[in-house]
């Protein structure tokens, strides 16, 4: 009988998913299939792919066959049984967004976690209700199964406490009001993989930029998380897709006395309506802007790359230096264009980029006369899960 892990990374409207052969005794994973149901609540679509790539299924479905994120779980987890027919699933692993000040480590889920799990959605309410659905309907049909989550905020738990700071009165700090940071297990699993590409970088200082749809920096010293461009919320920091990143809070302030937006509006402009879509008008895909000559196609990638620039400054300073820049992420790991124009604004770090090399899409883009290495990592967010899914099993 073989074993499996399955690691789940419920979004918005998608549900990904992954499946590991494992040896339970050891810390050995394989990837068995991987895939994903999205267009949830639009127009339902299932793929699976095995480690070869090769597609197994691609099934388009109706609203009324899947209309919710249960729907969607129920469907995955009966294909999974039916895949695994041979073998036994050990345990679940999720990626959870937020773990709020208590949870700084995977933890197992019981009844009592998951509600404090949900206690934390109004901290990151386009992701915490996604990431907990697939929790519920599982602690419900398959009780005795094992489910463990992973955080994205625990990575960054080991910054010192003034980067986790606010200015405001103590009594907020206390109560949970600090700087978190998300894309955490995408950072350590990039900060797992430094020394295969240069064993210097293991002890160096370096700056994760993470772009996707959400995107954020990381300043790694020694391997551990410094500072984050993202803070209480996933909304901070960088232009991303939808939201809007840092922003003045007297803008907030102003958007509410002199528009009469409450809390509800604020949170559908700020993490729906903003970011590249708010700025072009047109859409929240980078792909789809690179490819567009409108002006605000335009300016919104001057714009997402500006933050971008204005923010490795600001987490170089506090790493009081820079010796690498890694990029990772959709964007990060597939778009030549916005690397090279992020790697020029670095020029005065003393970055020089191999032209070739990026558009080539080799993993080191930095010249050998750079004085910072600039290099393509894609990262493995489902790995890490799975790896700690089996260390929180081994512990059991
Ligand atoms: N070849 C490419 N060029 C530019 N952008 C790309 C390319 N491929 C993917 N992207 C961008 O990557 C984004 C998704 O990144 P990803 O890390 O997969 O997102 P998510 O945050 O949903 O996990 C897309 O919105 C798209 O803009
Ligand atoms: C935390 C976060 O922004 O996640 P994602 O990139 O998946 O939206
Ligand atoms: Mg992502």
Redesign the pocket.
């Known amino acids: 009988m073989n074993n499996y892990l399955l690691v789940i990374n419920a979004?918005s409207s998608s549900i990904k998913f992954a499946v590991y052969q494992t040896d339970a005794s050891s810390n050995q994973l394989v990837t068995h299939a991987s895939g994903q149901l999205d267009g949830i609540g639009n127009q339902p679509n299932f793929t699976v792919k095995n480690h070869h790539g090769v597609t197994l299924v691609e099934r388009t479905l109706s609203v009324n066959e899947i209309h919710d994120h249960r729907g969607a779980i129920t469907l995955i987890l009966a294909w999974i049984k039916d895949y695994l027919a041979d073998g036994v699933l050990l345990a679940v692993g999720h990626r959870i967004v937020h773990g709020g000040q208590h949870f700084s480590a995977p933890v197992l889920i019981d009844a009592s976690i998951l509600a404090a799990l949900e206690a934390l959605i109004p901290l990151a309410p386009l992701h915490q209700p996604h990431n907990l659905a697939p929790i519920r309907v599982l602690l419900e049909t398959l009780p005795a199964l094992p489910q463990v989550a992973c955080f994205d905020t625990a990575f960054h738990r080991t910054q010192p406490v003034v980067a986790q700071r606010f200015a405001l009165p103590q009594h907020f700090f206390d109560d949970g009001v600090r700087h978190y940071g998300f894309h955490g297990l995408s950072y350590e699993y990039i900060a797992s993989v430094l020394s295969e590409l240069d064993p210097a970088l293991v002890n160096a200082r370096v700056i994760v930029a993470h772009l996707?749809?959400?995107a954020s920096l990381c300043a790694l010293q020694n391997g551990r998380s410094m500072a984050t461009t993202m803070g209480f919320s996933p909304l901070d920091g960088l232009v991303m897709?939808t939201r809007c990143g840092t922003i003045d809070p007297g803008v907030l302030l102003y958007l509410m006395a002199h528009y009469g937006l409450d809390a509800q509006a604020l949170e559908q402009l700020l993490y729906h309506q903003s970011g590249l879509l708010g700025v072009s008008g047109i859409s929240?895909?980078?792909?789809v802007l690179?490819a567009s000559n409108d002006p605000l196609a335009l300016e919104a990638i001057a714009l997402f790359v500006y933050r971008i620039g204005r923010e490795i400054g600001s987490l170089a300073a506090a790493l009081g230096g820079l010796d690498a820049l890694v990029f990772t992420?959709?964007?990060g790991e597939?778009?030549a264009v916005?690397r090279a124009k992020v790697c020029h604004q670095a020029v005065w770090l003393g970055l020089e980029l191999d032209e070739t090399a990026n558009q080539a899409g080799k993993p080191c883009i930095s010249t050998l006369n750079s004085s910072v290495s600039a290099w393509v990592v894609a990262t493995d967010e489902n790995r890490m899960i799975a790896l700690h899914t089996l260390q929180q099993l081994n512990k059991t």
């Open positions: 979004g996707g749809n959400g897709g929240s895909d980078m792909r690179l992420g959709g964007i597939h778009s916005i």
